[in-house]
């Protein structure tokens, strides 16, 4: 099987899914519907460009769309909308609002007869997979998933609109200590405080109120007030030097106790290490669109999230094959 | 749901699903299946003992088989047997010869109506998966499968049989220095010897020549002249002391490029650190003979791997109450 994607936005996902088909064997890019004017979008590797207006007249040239736009805003409205005539994957991940939107996605590929995938990336995604996988195998525990060590663009962002700031990046990194505790099986309870630092890397304005700033950052409520937040001016050069990348991270453990008692302890742990962020995230949307397309193939369709995917959808191999060289 | 399950032998991995019966909330043990006398035969929980024989006057109670018989000689037997009337589980091991069990375990189970699930564990099982997931996701990459801190019962039973020696354990370890490099992404290419490392404790017999045991140990074909191995004999009384459990474990790892030309790299690892071997793998047993009893009462019959069920159905709970707490 072969099958042609369409990439609606194209951001740094959307160039990480150009990338990721590029990579793949059996994945085609159609091309990226874009909001933007065709004529000042230039891709990565020539794909084609399309008003996302016209997205509709390919319909039956696309096999699956693979949607890069952001959760706030984007997703919400294109999801749905797009399921009424398309596969669609989505990397929808505003956690307290996914319940909301499996329904709306759902109705709407219901209704369409199509398939639907949602919240996939690593979080949700492939930290959800192992979250549940652990729980199930060990019920008797407690889980743990630690970010980073990475950059977080939200927190970038925040510090970016105090006055006086250039430009800023932003670090979220595990503590180690509390990392070491759950390894050794110990189940701390862990504050927000204890589980993750912040490190952010600033370019002030000339002449701007060092001291204002860094206060204005480790106070901010919601981003930095609960964490131990640690603060370096640096010049723009050195920003673009040594912080361009997107690289991220984390682990997720879980503890469990089996026995008749209790009496032994296992660890899982999933340990990600990401150069790029948007790139690993697109892989995965990649991987889920192949499973989207076959399970509609099959005649399914509604919408599902990675728990109700079987593994072997993702993969372009055989089920004889993935038997014999995998399990 | 609640579904009643039926142990197929009473060995390490029998009394482990014994142990992972009672800590499920939605597990009952219906019994014991025993080809000992019934009366030698006392479980840790008290539960019912049947004669192995006397398996099909029990086939309406029972709504899943859990074997846990070896796979040498028990299961290439007895899953395709049982599967004409039960729906089973098992964890054959011998990665080689896993396309065979499959296809004479699949005839059984379709011509029944049952649903199969074979070579549930860790290895082939929760690492199985691992590797399969990671490989999806990051098709341009390598993986690499580490055993260990952990006893090998194959290894020790090998010892064990050499004139002279009383008792031994043995401890497969995987080598730091190989592991750092693979975590690093350098994807190196790795021999036998230098992926892990043998030790062995062994007791000898009083008198025995320990310069000729330990040169049978270190020189026998297969399982230890690949490998950099070490003995140390001691006494049958720090055996017991030190060396009674039965401890596992070990790492996946994939190491995957993406981006335009293969310029980032991701490291995906998967880690268990395993007090009891035969717990955890009864552990994962039953996780996916609930699954099997629900892919059964949704009208599937075959034989499945860990690759062909989706995830929800190793968990007791709805897939709304997943999506809220683990997405």
Known sequence: MSFKVGVIGYGNLGRGVECAVKNSTDAELYGVFTRRSLESLKTLTGAAVYSVNDVLRHKDQIDVLILCGGSATDLPVQTPELAKNFNVVDSFDTHAKIPQHFENVDAAAKASGKVAVISVGWDPGMFSLNRMYAEAVLP?????TFWGKGVSQGHSDAIRRIDGVVDA??????????????????????TTRQKHTRECFVVAAEG?????????????????ADYDTTVHFISQEELDRDHRGLPHGGHTVRCGKTGLNGENTHIIEYTLRLDSNPEFTSSVLLAYARAAVKLNSEGASGCK???DI???YLSHESPENLRRRLL
């Open 208 to 224: 701007a109120d060092l001291a204002r700033i860094e206060n204005e950052i480790v106070t901010m409520p919601n981003y930095f």
């Open 169 to 190: 990046r932003q670090y979220t990194i595990p503590s180690q200590e509390a990392l070491d505790a759950v390894r050794r099986g110990e189940t701390p309870e862990l």
């Open 140 to 144: 008797n525990g407690k889980d743990y």
């Open 310 to 312: 079987a593994p072997a």
């Open 305 to 307: 999230t990675v728990f």
